[in-house]
Nanobody, 119 residues
Framework: QVQLVESGGGSVQAGGSLRVSCAAS????????SAWVRQAPGKERERVAT???????SYADSVKGRFTISQDSAKNTLYLQMNNLKPEDTAMYYC?????????????WGQGTQVTVSS
């Protein structure tokens, strides 16, 4: 059974940093397209960072220059380093992956970890 388990969320003041992690089982993240997606109450889901099967990363304009997506193949874990956090970054952050070749539509999802940024 595929599992994606996020951790590392929490509360931080504006300007601070957090790193969230996503441990995967029964899939190999290095062979998948993986992403971090966030959703704030009353707002649409937003894909903030993606890393493809070739290790190429891409970011939403709202987080570019502040967030970094990475993965540790040995640990089969995905990370999102978030720096210079802003109150508008407050959301539930979900790890997601797509194991289907040529696809990054994200067919597996974690349960999410809450990130709260106070001003």
């Amino acid at each position: 059974q595929v599992q994606l388990v996020e951790s590392g969320g929490g509360s931080v003041q504006a300007g601070g940093s957090l790193r969230v992690s996503c441990a995967a089982s029964e899939i190999t993240l290095a062979l998948s397209c993986s992403a971090w997606v966030r959703q704030a109450p009353g707002k649409e889901r937003e894909r903030v960072a993606t890393i493809d099967r070739y290790g190429q990363a891409s970011y939403a304009d709202s987080v570019k220059g502040r967030f970094t997506i990475s993965q540790d193949s040995a640990k089969n874990t995905l990370y999102l380093q978030m720096n210079n956090l802003k109150p508008e970054d407050t959301a539930m952050y979900y790890c997601a992956a797509d194991t289907r070749i040529y696809s990054c539509d994200l067919n597996y999802w974690g349960q999410g970890t809450q990130v709260t940024v106070s001003s």
